[in-house]
Structures are given as structure tokens and as C-alpha cells.
């Protein structure tokens, strides 16, 4: 993270306020938090990751509104990814707000407990794909060590599950437990105003990303979270990353519409023949495999093979000439 990137803050709308972090991802240079008035002091929606500069980020966006972090007496979390609950822990100690927090945390476990054992499953679901071991050892190697942007390993002081809700000057923030994008993920809805509090699971800019490995079919999540977050009817959506947004059932169709093509497009190729997680990805994304998308692209590939699985329509089988499992499709 350079000197010149700043938090920013801005109002949203009267009692909303939000607080744009800076990432150190060429691709994601920003990830939002969101302050929300509520009695005497402040929700936090989201804390931003936890490396060099981020609590300075944090509390310059909230002076920029004429907030200040002491006042956060709850800090709630969308979804235990680094650039979302990262520096949770430093805001705990420092406000003594009340953390609420999903309990499917299996993932966030996976990726931020145990480095080696982190390591490890990414090893373990790469060979499994079919990637050459030479190159992603050499890739894993160039990750050890790196900081992992989270501070500490929480665990739910208040579980954030279908049917809380979260008191605010706004009205009530109900919870919905939105998955696919993480495991852990929720949104929250404001009636009164029609306001979606999505997380990563709406973003202003189509990009899925699946946590793959700790649910059973994280497209399938993704697909029935896209139906949850229709129902509510929002008229304007603040998202985990990006500016805010109106046209949110418009979003929520190029989503569905984005990842049926990719879908059909995995199906095509396995019709074509038997192949590998990773010899599928120029199919399903129409470009060429990058050791740069590589460890994004594989994980949705991934699940749109899993997905197709459980519709029965595929199947794996293990490459004896190799250590890589081989996707079917299944016979008509
Ligand atoms: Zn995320």
C-alpha cells in the first residue's frame, strides 16, 4: 500500500455513510466499509484488512465525515474475507463494540489459521485440477510468508443468522444469509428505505468469486442467494467494493445471466471431451489461461463443475496418468 493511497469517506445517504478502504490488489484497489447511525453511536458494517496503513485508512474516512471510530458500539461482519474483517479484532480492542459474525467459518479458518495448512489445500485442490506441480509449487513458495491481512481468528460474540436484525437509526437492518460468494456471507436489508447492505454478493461490476472447497455446491448457494436478495425488492444497493448503486434487480440478472453462459459454456466442453479443472478454463471464460487469473478462475470452474455434478450431469474420475481428476459428462 502506497502513502498516496487514503481512506475516503462519504455520505450515502442521511445516517449512512461510506468509508472507502484503500486494497493492495491490482485488481481490487478498494473495498468499502459502512458506517450506519444507531442511538448514541455508530454501526460499522465491514473494518477493511489488516496491513500497513489500514487502521489509519479506516479512521481517516471516518474523521472525513465527522465520525469517529470510538463511537462504533457494533461492529458487523458481511463475510470473513481479509479485505472485510481484517483488522476486526484491532476495532474490538479499541471500541469494545459487539461483534456479530456468521458462524460458517470453516473457510476463514482454512485460509487464515494455519499458514502451512493453507499452503497445503491449495496444493491439494491444484494437483487434484491438473496443475503442473513444478509451477505451483513455485507459486505456493512465492506466498509463504506473505501477511495474511487478518489480525485474529474470531468467532461469533452474536451469531449472524436469518431472522436477527441490527437496531439503526435507518430501522432495523434484518440479516440474510447469502452464500456462494463465502460460506460466511450475509446481507443485510433496511425496509424503510430499501437499502441493501450486500456485501460481495452484489457488486456495481458482474465478478463472481466462489470460496470453493468448504460447501457443498457454491454456485448452486450463489444462484438461491441471487433469488433471497430479489425478493427484498432494494431500490438502492452499497456493495462491498465500488460505488453505490439503483438498477438492483438489473444486477442481479447479469449475474444469473453471466454465470448461466459460463455454465453452459463448461457443459459444452465437457461434451467435447474429459478434461481437467484447469484444461476447462479457456472454455468457460473465452481467453487463455494466465498464471495471473489462474487462482481465481480455477476456483469458479470449479464450481461450475460441482454444480453440474449435483444436477447430475457430470462426473470425476481419476487420471490414472496422473495425480489430476478428470471431469465426464455424464452419458444421456
Ligand atoms: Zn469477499
Redesign the pocket.
Known sequence: MTKTELGRGERVIPGLWRLRLPLPWPVVPHGNAYAIAAGDGLVLVDCGTNLEGSFEALTLALTQVDLSLKDVHTLVIT?A?S??WGQARTILDKTGAELWLNPNLAHARSAYGDPEQALQHHFEIGIQSGVPEAPLREFLEQHRGMPSGVDALLEPEHELVNGVSIPSDLGDLHVYETPG??PSHVSLFNAEQRLLIS??TLLGRVSP?FDFGFSPDPLGEFLGSMDTLEALDARLCVS?HGRPFTDVRAHIDANRELLSQRLDAARAGLNHEPQTALELIPAVFSEPLTPGTATWRLPETLSYLTHLKRLGEASRAPDPASSASRWIAAQP
Do not use: E, M, N, P
Open positions: 463475510h474475507h479485505d472485510h460468494h463465502a456485501g460481495d468469486y462491498g
